[in-house]
């Protein structure tokens, strides 16, 4: 584990299945508590967890929802 920023990986995660999104007309928020710069994590496997959460999300949301992913302590 080491010091983690939360907010650019859920970007990243985000971002890479934005395409996903949008092909179903999915809009997707995201809100990071700006007071939660770091956590002890290792980056790789939150990454995954996000990403997994997320792309389930897409894939049972009916196309036109929204999801919003809120991350804080």
Do not use: C
Not at 1 to 30: F, G, H, N, W
Not at 37 to 58: H, T
């Amino acid at each position: 584990m080491r010091s983690t920023a939360v907010q650019p990986l859920v970007e990243a995660a985000v971002e890479s299945l934005r395409y996903a999104a949008e092909a179903k007309r999915i809009a997707i928020d995201v809100a990071v508590d700006p007071g939660l710069q770091s956590i002890a994590a290792d980056p790789v496997r939150l990454k995954q967890v996000v990403w997994n959460l997320l792309s389930n999300a897409i894939k049972f949301t009916p196309s036109g929802g929204s999801i919003t992913v809120q991350v804080s302590a």
